[in-house]
Structures are given as structure tokens and as C-alpha cells.
């Protein structure tokens, strides 16, 4: 057995082994015979990822049952797009009968809660829920799980079933990804400083995922997700959305992207009850922030910036510099308290924002390089 694995561009570690796989199973099979006694069940598999478990499963349930499948995606490439799909449907006539879905791990619980919306439109007698591994300090939704197989930390696993980009269904343990630390970095800076322009090149340099709030914000009502239509009915009253919803937004965000080697926040935290709560957030996840990077530029030259940007942006609020400085009074008065907030904690780095964009890019380096 092979303690390191690599796939793609990362290194695995063996850490449940088929032997633990395979008691969990029988667990799994025995509680939910002991239930449904001698009925017929009809067990549905969630594609792709549940494909081994299922077979493994029903190899050991004892009395006869019927198998289907459905199919759902929530990825695009390796990012889950928040928003699940239904690819391919039930074949079975499932009226009358009793339900159990099979699922091989639940994670945010994106995925379960399309699957009780599909489930619960059907003439089912009842709906039961079994997942081989399971996430708690992820999981935040209210909704039942019947059987759970393995409750593991929040890791990032592969194997019997599961992938990493394609790669690793086909291995008979499971194995964790060999995190390095990971580099997280808040942007920091007035409105026209040039944070968008940097962040989209450090990115780049340091394979970091970009998190602009306003565009997670635009996403969520876009998409009209259950977090968009709360942020909009703040912001369809004039009012500020409050930092719970930015926050709850923001964990989704970041947890989109489970195999990062680390974040750029650009826009967030804007509070210091932001901060606290990402701080919280990340520590469950045994990371911190680096460090806050901020790009000091005058006043006035951000005027002239920003004048400059609205001929052409289209942005309303770009275009007099009357509501552009009501802009960095709001800026002033609530978030360059993160300044101390985190000069405090020895973790602010300020960086002449003045001057072309790779000498800008060149003194984010040498900070970042050493954080
Ligand atoms: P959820 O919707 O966030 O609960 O995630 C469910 C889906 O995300 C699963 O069906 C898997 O496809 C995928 N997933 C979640 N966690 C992992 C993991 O650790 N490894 C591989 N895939 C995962
Ligand atoms: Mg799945």
C-alpha cells in the first residue's frame, strides 16, 4: 500500500483504509435493514462519486432491493459553482415505495438539499438518507441525515469513488490532501487604490483564489441564491447588508474552493466584526491571515484616479468628485479601523501605492514573498 499518493499537482496521504471503509459499510447496511426490515427498498446512488459504495453496499444487504441512479453536478472544471444541477433522472417507478439515497460524502450539504427538493415533489412512502462519510464542521444546513457512515474533519479526501479533478475514483482507500499552510492575504486599500488590477497579477504569481466581496455579492443575486435574496432586500431598501449575511456569503466563497493553496480577500473584511469572524472561520480550518497588504495612495491623486476611470467605467459613482469623497468618508469612518485592527496584531504592511503597475506589483512581492 502506497502512503503517498500524487495526483495532478498534489500529494495525498493515505487515511482511511478499505478495512475502515468497509466496516462502515456493514454498519450502514445493518441499521438500515434493521429500519426498513422486509420491505423492498429501492437504494438510489448519487453520481458520480457514489458509484463503489453502492455496489459495495447492496453486495452486503441481505434481502432484496432494487437499484437506480441519478446524476448531479455542482462543478464546472474544479470549482463548485454553489448552484447543483440534476443531469440524469430516476428510471424507477418510485410511487408507493420506500427511498433510500446513497451518497458518498456530504460537505456543505449543497448537493443533499437538491436531492430533498427532487425527492420531495415524488409519492414516495418514505425518504430515507445514507452517506458513507460525512463533514460536520461543514455541514450548516437543517436538514435530516438518517445513516452516516464516517464523520471525518473538514478535509479534502479521494478515493473509492471520489476525485480530485478526475483523478482517484479508482483507489480502493481514502487518502487526505498534504496541505501546505495556506497564504492568505487581505487587500487592503481606498476605493480606486488598485487593489482589482494587483490582486488579478498576485493571483497568478501565487496560484492564490481572488475573493472580491462585490463580485460574490453580484453572483449571489444574480444566481438568486437564499443569501442573494436576503442581501437584495437590504440593498432594494437603501440599507447596508448586515455583516452576518456578508459573512454566511463569504464562508460559501471560500469553501467553494476546497484545494486552495490560498486566498486573496479583496473588499472583506470591511468590520471589525468582519474580521473577528473570518479570523473564527479560518481558524476551524487551522489556517490564519498572513497578513493585511494595503496600497497607500493620497487622496487626491485617488480622485483624479477614479475621475479618470468613471469617463469610461460607466459606474455612477465614479463620476463627481462629490460622491466620490462621500465614499472615503464611509471608507474612513468604518473600515480604517482594520489599519489597527490589524497593526495590532503586527500583521499590517503598508506599500507606496503611487507609481507604475509592476513597481506596485514589485513591493507587494517583496511583502507577500515573506509572509
Ligand atoms: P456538498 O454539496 O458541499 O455537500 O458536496 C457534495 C459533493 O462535493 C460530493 O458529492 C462530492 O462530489 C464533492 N465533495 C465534497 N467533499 C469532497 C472531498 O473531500 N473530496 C472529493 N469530493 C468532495
Ligand atoms: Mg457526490
New binding site residues.
Given amino acids: 500500500m502506497n502512503n503517498i499518493i500524487k495526483l495532478h499537482d498534489k500529494f495525498f496521504n493515505l487515511f482511511i483504509t478499505d478495512e475502515k471503509i468497509n466496516q462502515a459499510i456493514e454498519s450502514l447496511v445493518h441499521q438500515v435493514h434493521e429500519d426498513i426490515e422486509d420491505e423492498i427498498p429501492v437504494f438510489v446512488g448519487?453520481l458520480n462519486?457514489s458509484f463503489i459504495f453502492v455496489a459495495d453496499f447492496i453486495r452486503k444487504y441481505p434481502t432484496n432491493c432494487e437499484i437506480n441512479f441519478i446524476r448531479l453536478a455542482?462543478y464546472e472544471g474544479t470549482i463548485?459553482s454553489g448552484t447543483?444541477n440534476q443531469i440524469m433522472g430516476l428510471t424507477n417507478d418510485v410511487t408507493g415505495k420506500t427511498v433510500v439515497i446513497l451518497?458518498?460524502?456530504?460537505?456543505?450539504?449543497?448537493?443533499?438539499a437538491k436531492i430533498y427538493d427532487i425527492f420531495k415533489t415524488l409519492p414516495v412512502k418514505q425518504l430515507k438518507l445514507a452517506t458513507l462519510f460525512f463533514k460536520p464542521d461543514v455541514f450548516k444546513k437543517e436538514l435530516p441525515i438518517d445513516y452516516i457512515g464516517l464523520s471525518i474533519p473538514d478535509?479534502?479526501?479521494?478515493g473509492y469513488g471520489?476525485?480530485y479533478n478526475e483523478l482517484g475514483r479508482n483507489l480502493k482507500d481514502i487518502y487526505e490532501l498534504k496541505t501546505e499552510n495556506m497564504k492568505n492575504i487581505i487587500l487592503f486599500g481606498h476605493p480606486g487604490a488598485g487593489k482589482g488590477t494587483q490582486a488579478e497579477l498576485l493571483k497568478e504569481r501565487y496560484q492564490l483564489i481572488h475573493i472580491s466581496t462585490g463580485d460574490v455579492f453580484r453572483f449571489n443575486i444574480a444566481n438568486n441564491t437564499d443569501l442573494g435574496r436576503i442581501a437584495k432586500s437590504f440593498m432594494d431598501n437603501g440599507e447596508l447588508v448586515p455583516d452576518s449575511v456578508t459573512i454566511e456569503m463569504l464562508k460559501e466563497e471560500v469553501n467553494k474552493y476546497?484545494t486552495a493553496n490560498g486566498f486573496i480577500f479583496d473588499g472583506f473584511p470591511r468590520t471589525i466584526s468582519q474580521a473577528d469572524a473570518l479570523e473564527a472561520f479560518l481558524a476551524e480550518k487551522g489556517e490564519i491571515i498572513n497578513g493585511m497588504v494595503a496600497l497607500e495612495v493620497q487622496e487626491d491623486i485617488l480622485v483624479q484616479r477614479i475621475l479618470e476611470r468613471g469617463k469610461t467605467s460607466g459606474r455612477p459613482d465614479d463620476q463627481s468628485e462629490e460622491k466620490i469623497r462621500i465614499r472615503f468618508n464611509e471608507y474612513e469612518n468604518k473600515t480604517a479601523v482594520l489599519k489597527e485592527y490589524y497593526q495590532t496584531k503586527g500583521k499590517y504592511y503598508g506599500i507606496n501605492g503611487v507609481g507604475t503597475i509592476d513597481e506596485i506589483t514589485d513591493r507587494l512581492k517583496n511583502v507577500i514573498d515573506n509572509l
Avoid: A, H
Fill in positions: 448519487i462519486g455542482s463548485s447543483v451518497e458518498d460524502i456530504i460537505d456543505t450539504g449543497n448537493t443533499l478535509r479534502f479526501i479521494v471520489l476525485d476546497r
